[in-house]
């Protein structure tokens, strides 16, 4: 069984998922590496000696955790149901030819051309889809982060709210942490207000940080961020070092 250092790099274009592909990638497999019936990994180990059972306990968990997630309304998704031919005109023979039980029939559907289609209760799992960004923000909320829907920008070692594909991403929050960042260098405070020094720092560096508006400086985003990263909110110049 694959492990995600071996998933295919394509998958992150692959928007929206299904179910169980959602559910293989939060486990850490490629969903192409992977067998959801039960039935056929044990027939597949009997044949080629092969082990899956570790991956398939794992994926089998995070696809609980999806259907649970998303028949709680937690997590949203397009259903989709299976539809056979109804192939008997009456609906009272549906039980005696074994079709579905009661409990699993959605319901049934007349069409004009006197074709008939029973509905399953139980939506196809394989069809269903979610989006990559639903199922970050559910992750989120669970305080879960996989690394394939929350990768680490080993490069800059960014943290979750410095992180520009984070669902919570701010980039006034970011904004306001680097420009408290940069003040380490004393000479952009030399005789200056704190604030001024780092609106003037700000103002520099708005279009990288994405402090714009209508493509234009953002003002106002600048005054908010040097404001919450004063750290002397008593005011005055800062003193020149000696």
Known sequence: MENFETINPHWNLVDPLT?????????????????????IAAWF????????????RWVQTTFVALTNAINARKLKARLRYDAEPRYEASRDNLHERGYWGGEDVLEIKDFPDDESYVITKKPNWNTSTVTLDDVRAWL???????????????????????YKKHPRYSAKLAAAVKVWQAMEDESLLRAKPIIEAMEGWLETNYQRLGLVWKDKI?????????????????????????
């Open 19 to 39: 179910i169980q592909q959602a559910a293989a990638l939060m486990a850490g497999f490629d969903p192409n590496a992977v067998i959801f019936n039960a039935d």
């Open 45 to 56: 180990e009997n044949e080629t000696g092969l082990t899956t059972s570790a991956g398939i």
């Open 140 to 162: 989120d909320s669970m305080n879960s982060k996989p690394a394939f829907f929350f990768p680490t920008d080993t490069a800059k070692n960014t943290t979750d709210y410095m």
């Open 218 to 242: 953002n003002k106002t985003a600048i005054q908010e961020c040097a404001k919450i990263a004063n750290w002397k909110t008593d005011g005055g110049a800062t003193k020149t070092p000696e």
